[in-house]
C-alpha cells in the first residue's frame, strides 16, 4: 500500500497494488461534489489512464457518513442558466468516468445522494455498506438530476422504479439498492474496504485488454440493437484473439500455472 506520487486538494489517491482508490476528502462537507473536486478528480483520471501498473480504480469518501452527498449546493445558487449551461458544457466527471477505458468501482460508505449517486452510476461496479443510503433527491430543490441521473438510473433500475425515486426524492437503503440492481453487492460495514479491494485486485490480476474490450462490449449492449451489438462482440473477441494476453491466458491454462497479463 502506498500514496501516488499526485498531490490534490479535495483527493486522497492511494494504491494497494495494482489498484487505485481515489478518495473524496470533504468530510467536513460530506465530500460534496464542488468544481475543485470535479477538476481534480478528472486530472487523477487523466494520470492513472497513462500509469500501466494501475488496472482498477476504486472511489470512495473520506470518514463514515458519506460516500458524496451530492453537489456544493451553495456553488450553484446563484447562478444564471447561462453561466450553469457554461459548466455544464465542461468536461464532464460523470462522462469521463462511464467512458474510462479501466475498471472502475464505486465503494459506497455512506451517503451516496443526487451527484454523489450519478458517479456511483457511472461507474462499472458498486458496492455499498449495509449502511449506505442512496438517492436523487435533486426534485426536493426544484431541479432534476443533471449528471446522468434520468438517464443511467433506468437503465440499471427499470423506469418505473426509477421514476419513483426520482419523482419522490426518496433514498433507498443498501439492501434495497441491491434488490432493484442499483448496487452489485453488499457488505457489511466493518468488510467493506478489504472485501472491495479483494475484489478488485482479482479483476486487476486480468489482461487489461481484455478489460477494455469486455467493457466496451457491454456499453454497447445498452446502446445498439442486439444485431448490431452481437457484431461488435464478434469484432472485439477476435480483437482480444490477437492479443499477446490472449496467447498468455491459453498458455498458462494449458500448463495449469497463473497468467501473467501484460496488458498487449
Known sequence: ?????????????????RVAIVTINRPDKRNALNAAVRREIIDALDALRADDGVRVVVFTGAGDKAFIAGADIGEFAERTPLQQRDVMSRRSVFEEIAEYPKPTIAMINGFALGGGCELALACDLRV???????????IRLGIIPGGGG????????????????ILTGEL?????????????????DAELRARTLAMAGEIA???????RLAKNAVRAAMETPLSAGLRYER???????????????????LEKRPADFRGH
Do not use: C, H, N, Y
Open 172 to 188: 433507498v437503503t443498501a439492501d434495497d439498492a441491491l434488490a432493484s440492481g442499483l448496487v452489485d453487492i453488499v457488505f457489511d
Open 128 to 138: 455499498a455498506a449495509r449502511s449506505a443510503r442512496l438517492g436523487q433527491p435533486e
Open 235 to 253: 469484432e472485439l473477441f477476435i480483437t482480444a484473439f490477437a492479443s499477446e494476453d490472449k496467447r498468455e491466458g491459453i498458455a498458462a491454462f
Open 1 to 17: 500500500m502506498g500514496s501516488l506520487s499526485l498531490s490534490f486538494e479535495t483527493l486522497l489517491l492511494e494504491r494497494v497494488d
Open 150 to 165: 434520468t438517464q443511467r438510473l433506468p437503465r440499471l433500475v427499470g423506469p418505473g422504479r426509477a421514476m419513483r425515486m
Open 205 to 211: 490480476s486480468f489482461s487489461p485488454v481484455a478489460l
